[in-house]
């Protein structure tokens, strides 16, 4: 007969439901920020519209990026990535740029737009730096109205404007004013639109569906002359589709996610993490329909070999590195942690239990009483 777990003891596999089910959140909250985030959007775009008829010509539509869109969501359902799909009076062709993998060019027919400026002896070409500066202007210009927004239940939220777009989101902060505990975060980011044929020749296209893309304004990630020209590509809907029907990878995807939050790994944003998981997906050598658990530790150890080797190819465009920008002392110090929790979840998976503390320290995740 095996010996009984001490009560402050999980099996491997029952800790590591508990913290699903801890960093998950009910779905009547899902609800209720659903129907308040759809409504300050609403107004949020109405506005602007509203102030700037370059914007209403040009307003193409939402569309949701990020975790929610992956159903990878953890904890508040209180963030959320939106594309704002813009049209311009021209004919736009993506063009990569030599020696700066992962980058594009956009290249217009005519100049009639402020965000078309001409570059000399390279023809008319959509410029980030305008598009950052016009959304900039409209947003800060409509701010005053966009400090009283009704939602249900008696809701009421002002915005406050808290990033300006220099990275390339514009990010706005909604707070309930009769409980200012409750928040929405908002990123907005000025998004063009392409078939997937408008694909650029020499990158290799993943499987989409028939689905469109986005160019996102990116300024280089290495220090060298800025160019402001320089884009990136950006296929949520793709990504999707490598994820699509398979609930224990991301469930696996979830637990990394809380297990950076808990272990000051904030560096490695939301997309590095998802990158591991589409290369593996594409390499077709992993069971997804292994536990979540077991999925993790093998994920985690990718991660690992990843930040030692600095090394995370970018899923769209692989001759980009994704961890570029990580300093050496911010590789190493990643490279000790992960390989500290490599090391205790693969003792605790073949010793069968996960502790309380555990689960803390890991995770974040508290047991209750």
Same mark, same amino acid.
């Given at each position: 007969?095996?010996?009984?777990?001490?009560?402050?003891?999980?099996?491997?596999?029952?800790?590591?439901?508990?913290?699903?089910?801890?960093?998950?959140?009910?779905?009547?909250?899902?609800?209720?920020?659903?129907?308040?985030?759809?409504?300050?959007?609403?107004?949020?775009?109405?506005?602007?519209?509203?102030?700037?008829?370059?914007?209403?010509?040009?307003?193409?539509?939402?569309?949701?990026?990020?975790?929610? +869109?992956?159903?990878? &969501?953890? /904890?508040?359902?209180?963030? #959320?990535?939106?594309?704002? !799909?813009?049209?311009? =009076?021209? $004919?736009?062709?993506?063009?990569?740029?030599?020696?700066?993998?992962?980058?594009?060019?956009?290249?217009?027919?005519?100049?009639?737009?402020?965000?078309?400026?001409?570059?000399?002896?390279?023809?008319?070409?959509?410029?980030?730096?305008?598009?950052?500066?016009?959304?900039?202007?409209?947003?800060?210009?409509?701010?005053?109205?966009?400090?009283?927004?009704?939602?249900?239940?008696?809701?009421?939220?002002?915005?406050?404007?808290?990033?300006?777009?220099?990275?390339?989101?514009?990010?706005?902060?909604?707070?309930?004013?009769?409980?200012?505990?409750?928040?929405?975060?908002?990123?907005?980011?000025?998004?063009?639109?392409?078939?997937?044929?408008?694909?650029?020749?020499? +990158?290799?296209?993943? &499987?989409? /569906?028939?689905?469109?893309? #986005?160019?996102?304004?990116? !300024?280089?990630?290495? =220090?060298? $002359?800025?160019?402001?020209?320089?884009?990136?590509?950006?296929?949520?809907?793709?990504?999707?589709?490598?994820?699509?029907?398979?609930?224990?990878?991301?469930?696996?995807?979830?637990?990394?996610?809380?297990?950076?939050?808990?272990?000051?790994?904030?560096?490695?944003?939301?997309?590095?993490?998802?990158?591991?998981?589409?290369?593996?997906?594409?390499?077709?050598?992993?069971?997804?329909?292994?536990?979540?658990?077991?999925?993790?530790?093998?994920?985690?150890?990718?991660?690992?070999?990843?930040?030692?080797?600095?090394?995370?190819?970018?899923?769209?465009?692989?001759?980009?590195?994704?961890?570029?920008?990580?300093?050496?002392?911010?590789?190493?110090?990643?490279?000790?942690?992960?390989?500290?929790?490599?090391?205790?979840?693969?003792?605790?998976?073949?010793?069968?239990?996960?502790?309380?503390?555990?689960?803390?320290?890991?995770?974040?995740?508290?047991?209750?009483?």
């Amino acid at each position: 007969m095996p010996p009984q777990l001490p009560e402050s003891r999980f099996t491997f596999g029952e800790g590591i439901e508990y913290a699903l089910k801890k960093i998950a959140f009910p779905e009547n909250t899902r609800k209720t920020f659903n129907e308040d985030a759809q409504m300050l959007e609403n107004a949020f775009i109405n506005e602007i519209s509203s102030y700037d008829e370059m914007f209403r010509a040009a307003f193409q539509g939402l569309s949701l990026g990020g975790s929610y +869109l992956d159903g990878i &969501k953890i /904890d508040l359902p209180d963030e #959320f990535d939106m594309h704002v !799909k813009i049209q311009l =009076p021209c $004919t736009l062709v993506p063009v990569t740029v030599p020696k700066r993998p992962g980058f594009m060019f956009l290249r217009a027919s005519t100049g009639d737009s402020p965000c078309v400026k001409h570059f000399d002896n390279e023809g008319h070409f959509i410029s980030r730096l305008a598009v950052q500066n016009w959304f900039r202007s409209s947003i800060t210009a409509v701010m005053p109205q966009l400090q009283r927004i009704r939602c249900k239940d008696g809701r009421v939220y002002s915005l406050t404007y808290t990033a300006h777009g220099t990275g390339v989101a514009h990010t706005l902060l909604a707070t309930e004013q009769r409980n200012p505990r409750r928040k929405i975060w908002f990123d907005f980011v000025p998004v063009f639109e392409f078939a997937p044929n408008e694909w650029p020749r020499d +990158l290799k296209r993943p &499987k989409n /569906d028939g689905r469109n893309w #986005f160019a996102v304004p990116r !300024k280089y990630d290495k =220090p060298a $002359t800025p160019d402001p020209r320089s884009f990136v590509p950006c296929a949520p809907h793709w990504e999707r589709l490598v994820l699509h029907k398979k609930q224990n990878l991301k469930d696996s995807l979830r637990l990394m996610k809380a297990l950076r939050n808990a272990n000051e790994l904030s560096g490695l944003v939301s997309y590095f993490l998802k990158s591991i998981y589409l290369h593996e997906v594409e390499k077709g050598t992993t069971n997804w329909n292994q536990a979540p658990g077991r999925i993790l530790i093998r994920m985690l150890i990718n991660l690992l070999h990843a930040v030692r080797l600095n090394n995370l190819p970018f899923f769209l465009a692989p001759d980009h590195n994704n961890l570029d920008k990580l300093s050496d002392k911010c590789r190493r110090e990643y490279v000790r942690i992960l390989n500290k929790i490599v090391k205790k979840l693969i003792r605790r998976r073949d010793a069968n239990y996960l502790t309380k503390d555990d689960l803390f320290k890991i995770f974040g995740v508290e047991v209750d009483n």
